[in-house]
């Protein structure tokens, strides 16, 4: 049996099209053992009407202190299938992608999958912007981290313990990397998997929105401390966050040699000039970023989430 759980917050026409992606998943590979879980955080839209629209569609409301990982979590251990779907409710299925990671007869071709993925970029006033890949891919390939779309047997979903619901962003990252610590690795086919419907992730409003919620502490100061002994955290760290290494590295040989700050601090700018590509608003983006996480990898500790579930009728 496979469980398609959706998860969304104010999604509006994205989450129309995404339960009737699923459904014609359904439809199109023929599924017999099957079931629909949405898990509403609490929208103020008419996302919750739009779901009931659909026949056979399990709904669990949630209230209180949300995040994904929670919704993630609340539709898992209310469902009843052998392979978990996840999906956001601003992502569309493809149909055929099914036929090439599951099989009615077999299950998943492998514990934990995912796909690559068109990005249907809009503004705040839900204008097309641009489409884009994910990511180019030439072949299939196993790697350590996931996104808003996988699927998982139900027995690696429970070796981990699922979600951690500490993370409000990256919760996502977080159980991949748990999972290639128990040597269990995502297996990203080539083919597009499901359309996402989002705000350009390069939107300087979206940029400084995430930053003023301090989204990155959970994302990254957090992730970090948590995998500190998980080597396969320090690629994604080498990749994405080279200058707060610059940072570190930089404070730790000032206090070993103060003469040579200048040097040292100089290198760090450097760095941040590169990678901000020369725009003023981007270095000053990236070092503010910096600067917090390191101060998050020291005193960040998020509080325990409170939250209420109910099934919706």
């Known amino acids: 049996m496979i469980s398609f759980i959706v998860i969304g917050r104010n999604e509006g026409w994205k989450l129309t099209k995404s339960i009737q992606s699923i459904i014609d998943t359904i439809e199109y590979n023929d599924l017999l ?86 990005n249907y970029y809009y503004n705040f006033s839900d204008e097309l912007l641009r489409k884009e890949k994910y990511k180019e891919m030439k072949t299939d390939a196993y790697e350590k981290v996931t996104g808003g779309f996988f699927l998982i047997n139900k027995k690696s979903w429970d070796l981990v313990g699922g979600i951690n619901e500490d993370f409000k962003i990256s919760e996502d990252i977080d159980i991949g990397l748990r999972l290639a610590k128990n040597n269990i690795f995502l297996l990203r086919k080539m083919d597009i998997g ?14 400084w929105q995430d930053f003023l919620k301090m989204d990155h502490l959970y994302g990254r100061s ?60 981007n270095i000053v983006y990236n070092f503010l970023r910096d600067f917090t996480v390191l101060m998050g990898l020291l005193f960040f500790f998020p509080k325990r989430n409170i939250f209420s579930i109910e099934k919706e009728n």
Not at 224 to 248: A, E, G, P, V, W
Not at 261 to 273: D, G, N, P
């Open 33 to 118: 053992s099957f079931e629909i879980i949405y898990v509403d955080s609490d929208s103020s839209d008419d996302s919750i009407e739009r779901v009931k629209k659909f026949n056979d569609v399990i709904i669990f409301k949630l209230s209180g202190d949300l995040n994904a990982g929670i919704a993630r979590n609340v539709g898992a251990q209310n469902s009843k299938g052998d392979v978990l779907f996840f999906i956001d409710g601003d992502m569309e299925v493809q149909p055929k992608f099914l036929e090439l990671v599951y099989s009615k007869e077999n299950g998943l071709v492998h514990d934990f999958m995912s796909g690559n993925w068109m």
């Open 194 to 207: 499901v359309i996402h419907h989002t705000i350009d992730y390069r939107d300087k409003k979206r940029m």
């Open 222 to 281: 957090l992730l970090y401390r948590k995998h500190f002994l998980n080597i396969h955290m320090y690629h994604r760290l080498f990749r994405m966050d080279y200058t707060l290494i610059l940072l570190i590295l930089s404070i730790i040989l000032i206090l070993l040699l103060p003469e040579l700050v200048v040097v040292f601090v100089s290198i760090y700018c450097i760095s941040l000039v590169i990678r901000g590509k020369l725009s003023p608003e």
